[in-house]
Nanobody, 121 residues
Framework: QVQLVESGGGLVQAGGSLRLSCAAS????????GHWYRQAPGKQRELVATMTSAGNTNYADSVKGRFTISRDNVKKTVYLQMNSLKPGDTAIYYC???????????????WGQGTQVTVSS
């Protein structure tokens, strides 16, 4: 079964850091574009960071300079390093990625289950 499994969320004080991981499992050949989204209570889900299949990155203005998205193609994992965290970063964080699975000639988009990040003041 192909899936994205997230880890690394938790409770941290303002100014602290967390690193989220999103590991692809199953018959995965490769990871293409990867994204991190977040959804705070009562708000719409928003795109936080993107890494294209070519390795180009883009960030929401609210996290530029604090968050870094990266990818390990061998481990088939996408990461989100979050530094200088603020209470406004509190949300459920979801990863989303295009995966090439064994036997297919095209990518399929998958979502992770989400991981809670809570930043206390």
């Amino acid at each position: 079964q192909v899936q994205l499994v997230e880890s690394g969320g938790g409770l941290v004080q303002a100014g602290g850091s967390l690193r989220l991981s999103c590991a692809a499992s199953g018959s995965i050949v490769s990871i293409g574009a990867g994204h991190w989204y977040r959804q705070a209570p009562g708000k719409q889900r928003e795109l936080v960071a993107t890494m294209t299949s070519a390795g180009n990155t883009n960030y929401a203005d609210s996290v530029k300079g604090r968050f870094t998205i990266s990818r390990d193609n061998v481990k088939k994992t996408v990461y989100l390093q979050m530094n200088s965290l603020k209470p406004g970063d509190t949300a459920i964080y979801y990863c989303n990625a295009n995966l090439r699975t064994s036997g297919r000639s095209y990518d399929t988009n998958y979502w992770g289950q989400g991981t809670q990040v809570t930043v206390s003041s």
